[in-house]
């Protein structure tokens, strides 16, 4: 489905990606982990065309993405749900959602999409009238969650989504995640400093270390993986 081939990314005159190859196949959750700063946010805002390598590709379906803008991405159901959320805090739940559903066949299936949203997190129904800057973190997530799903994905990639939440809140954006997956057959690339949650939900791992791969494989044998128990787990 995604395939990501030996790219180089440079901020400026620095370079932050190494020679950054890895796959997603279809209906996978795969997990990409790492210390701060070791290249995992770059790398799916380069799938996200935010960033453009300078070397390597960047397949999609058979499509290549490298080199087309951000809002075309979206119209192949690529979908990012960037940290921090980054909603339109003076906008309410409801235009937030639409927000999501720019492009004709979004658009086209906005309510169908909504009542499924609302049906996902019934917190945003009740709320829906409410400014988005005015809610809980928990909710500002469901909502970025909720934008996302209003564009049809079939790709989506999340950035450190449980970042700044309660543990309980923490559960149930993993939980969601789990159904995205599972009930719509949503893809998932996730970029995820919660190791130990990440490694047990996922088909396959990358951990990055100073912007190169450096260890890959299922969940369960970077679990198992020494040197991810005693950097990432603290055993």
């Keep these: 489905m995604l395939k990501v081939n030996n790219i180089d990314v440079f901020y400026g005159d620095l370079q932050v990606l190494w020679d950054i190859s890895f796959?997603?196949?279809?209906?996978?959750?795969?997990?990409?982990?790492?210390a701060n700063g070791s290249g995992k946010s770059t790398t799916i805002k380069t799938v996200s065309s935010l960033l453009t390598p300078i070397k390597g590709s960047i397949e999609f379906n058979g499509t290549r993405l490298d080199h087309l803008p951000p809002h075309k991405i979206i119209e192949y159901g690529?979908?990012?749900?960037?940290?921090?959320?980054?909603?339109?805090?003076?906008?309410?739940?409801?235009?937030?959602?639409?927000m999501g559903t720019l492009y004709a066949e979004a658009k086209s299936k906005r309510n169908e999409t909504m009542e499924y949203v609302y049906g996902l997190f019934p917190r945003l129904k009740e709320r829906r009238k409410q400014m988005a800057g005015t809610l809980s973190g928990g909710e500002q997530q469901m909502l970025a969650v909720g934008r996302g799903l209003m564009s049809l994905p079939k790709l989506m990639m999340f950035d450190e989504p449980s970042l700044g939440l309660a543990p309980i809140l923490v559960q149930e954006i993993f939980g969601m995640i789990r159904r995205i997956n599972k009930e719509e057959?949503?893809?998932?690339l996730l970029v995820e400093q919660n190791v130990r949650q990440t490694l047990a939900m996922c088909n396959r791992a990358y951990a990055l270390e100073n912007g190169r791969v450096v260890l890959e494989g299922t969940g369960q044998e970077l679990m198992s993986n020494e040197h991810v128990r005693q950097a990432y787990l603290g055993i």
């Design 185 to 188: 057959g949503v893809t998932v």
């Design 23 to 34: 796959e997603v196949k279809e209906k996978e959750v795969v997990v990409l982990i790492g």
């Design 78 to 98: 690529i979908v990012h749900v960037p940290e921090g959320r980054r909603l339109f805090p003076e906008m309410s739940v409801e235009e937030n959602l639409i």
